[in-house]
Nanobody, 120 residues
Framework: QVQLVESGGGLVQAGGSLRLSCAAS????????MGWHRQAPGNQRELVAV???????NYADSVKGRFTISRDNAKNTVWLQMNSLKPEDTAVYYC??????????????WGQGTQVTVSS
């Protein structure tokens, strides 16, 4: 089992910045990729950014050039630096971790979510 605890959400004006943190605990040695999804009211959850265990990062087109994902494996922590925020970035942001299952395949774990609100 992996537990994820997020922090860093809040209210910011358009053009501002926020930094989200997600700390993993439990069976952290089984974690492969970590990242962030977000879900705005009335919308489906969408992938924002992912950081693989090999150091590869991928971003949603809507956040490329504005958001940066980083990770410290020793601290079992992933961050999402969000710059030039727009009102359309308003959503609940969820940290996730993919971890190797005991027998085969992967399990996916989720944090509780943190609200990001960008005012115009």
């Amino acid at each position: 089992q992996v537990q994820l605890v997020e922090s860093g959400g809040g209210l910011v004006q358009a053009g501002g910045s926020l930094r989200l943190s997600c700390a993993a605990s439990g069976s952290t040695s089984s974690i492969t990729s970590m990242g962030w999804h977000r879900q705005a009211p009335g919308n489906q959850r969408e992938l924002v950014a992912v950081h693989t265990s090999g150091g590869i990062t991928n971003y949603a087109d809507s956040v490329k050039g504005r958001f940066t994902i980083s990770r410290d494996n020793a601290k079992n922590t992933v961050w999402l630096q969000m710059n030039s925020l727009k009102p359309e970035d308003t959503a609940v942001y969820y940290c996730f971790a993919n971890a190797l299952a005991a027998v085969s395949g992967y399990n996916q774990y989720w944090g509780q979510g943190t609200q990001v609100t960008v005012s115009s």
